[in-house]
């Protein structure tokens, strides 16, 4: 080979070498592209949350200022009607003054709603200003209704109830169903909260109470059999379970507890047959294809039982992924 063509080679080589590493450039260049764009989008999302929190801030502010003007209102309106208060305890002629009161009452009530005492009332209770003990006392200037009062117990009651707050609501719910006695709400209410706080056998009394107001109450029947399942008393558990199902065979938790009861009691076959039921039903909740695959392990059946941990591990992850979606 001559040295023309040594050197043609040589040039062709470095050319070669030169188009790879701009080629090796140009990804370099395209992949700080692709990160420039990511970081693009992230500072994108950054801003829109720095946006979200600050409009948060700002909601959080207004709320505050509203409550500290309630709070000065509230101080006002106390002011009022203590001085009210006073004027009608001189009222020399008592039976005037509760005529009085009762126009007062009439007036502001005309409709059939509940008055504005009650409404006043209820904003005190709320905000921790006055206790169901000294309703009484107030009752002595204000005329409140027994509809009044039973609004105004059910109104805090369930304010505790919903912050899980229940050994607070039980007074409440004591004084809502005294004021109440037909009304099955509170005492099912009741009967809820003493189970929470850990008081199982007033709990029983009290679903008791509200079976015999209405024997249909399936709240009250899906309560009590619980309990009796924590209890360990399956016969009993299955026995009310049976009623509530005679009553509504739409409802699946009523078949997976009836299940529960059924293999407490050593009947593995109907306790299958029951889940297998609750399934059909809610196809999503994951502890009855657990529970399922569990009571077939028991069977030595572990073919069966295999494709209920599957569906379970299925269903685990879809939840996982709603969940990647909506941190997003």
Same mark, same amino acid.
């Given at each position: ?9 040589? &040039?062709?080589? *470095? =050319?070669? @070498?030169t $188009?790879?590493? +701009? ?5 370099? !260049? /395209?992949? %700080? #592209?692709?990160?420039?764009?990511? &970081?693009?989008? *992230? =500072?994108? @999302?950054? $801003?829109?949350? +720095?946006?979200?929190?600050k409009?948060? !801030? /700002?909601? %959080? #502010? ?7 003007e *309630? =709070? ?5 309106? +106390? ?50 200003r ?124 009523f ?21 297998e ?18 009571l ?33």
């Amino acid at each position: 080979m001559g040295r023309n063509e040594e050197k043609e080679a040589e &040039v062709k080589g *470095q =050319e070669s @070498k030169t $188009k790879l590493q +701009e080629a090796i450039v140009k990804d370099e !260049e /395209s992949a %700080v #592209k692709s990160q420039d764009s990511k &970081v693009q989008n *992230q =500072e994108i @999302k950054a $801003k829109d949350r +720095e946006s979200r929190i600050k409009e948060q !801030e /700002s909601k %959080v #502010k207004d709320k505050k200022a509203k409550f500290r003007e *309630q =709070e000065e209102n509230i101080e006002d309106d +106390e002011s009022t009607i203590k001085a009210k208060g006073k004027q009608k305890v001189k009222v020399s002629d008592g039976k005037a003054a509760k005529k009085a009161s009762r126009d007062e009452a009439s007036a502001a009530d005309t409709d059939g709603q509940y008055s504005s005492v009650f409404y006043w009332h209820s904003f005190l209770l709320y905000c921790g200003r006055i206790l169901h003990k000294v309703l009484d006392f107030y009752n002595q200037f204000f005329d409140l209704t027994p509809k009044d009062k039973a609004k105004l117990y059910s109104n805090i009651s369930k304010h505790y109830i919903n912050k899980g707050l229940y050994d607070k609501a039980l007074s409440y719910l004591k004084e809502w169903s005294k004021v109440d006695p037909t009304n099955t709400e509170p005492l099912y209410q009741l009967g809820i909260a003493l189970a929470a706080s850990g008081n199982r056998k007033s709990a029983m009394g009290v679903f008791s109470k509200v079976l015999n107001l209405e024997p249909q109450h399936l709240g009250a029947l899906h309560r009590r059999s619980s309990i009796m399942l924590k209890l360990k008393d399956f016969k009993a558990a299955s026995d009310e379970l049976e009623k509530a199902l005679a009553i509504d065979v739409e409802n699946p938790r009523f078949f997976y507890l009836y299940a529960v009861a059924k293999e407490g009691l050593g009947e593995i076959d109907k306790a299958i047959e029951a889940l297998e039921k609750a399934i059909e039903l809610d196809p999503d909740e994951i502890k009855y294809h657990q529970h399922l695959g569990f009571l077939n392990v028991s069977k030595d059946d572990h073919k069966t039982a295999a494709k209920s941990f599957t569906k379970v591990m299925e269903l685990e992850r879809e939840m996982e992924e709603e969940d990647d979606e909506e941190s997003y």
